[in-house]
């Protein structure tokens, strides 16, 4: 296993993780800057009214993405499997 291959592996995985994590991350971004920008409107200061609108945020994108996220994470392990043999001979 060469320098090469462990970079090109250690780059392909970083990818999948961000793209695994993007819609989650986007979407509780999005909504809390809107609540934060609702809260510095009206000037109320609760911290917890930011926590239900994210978890149900995410969950919806988790809902509508996790299909796709699945299916990303299968075919990028099965791709490793299968080029196991060839990475370690």
Known sequence: MTDT???EL???TMMV???LSAPILV???VIGFTVSLF???TQIQEFTLAFVPKL???GIALLICGN???HTL???TIDLFEGLPAMLG
Do not use: D, E, N
Request: aromatic share 8%; no cysteine.
């Open 39 to 41: 809260q510095s409107m």
């Open 5 to 7: 291959s462990i970079i």
């Open 10 to 12: 250690a780059m392909r």
């Open 27 to 29: 979407t509780s971004l």
């Open 17 to 19: 993780a961000l793209k």
């Open 74 to 76: 299968m075919s990028f």
């Open 56 to 58: 149900i945020g995410v």
């Open 68 to 70: 796709w996220m699945l």
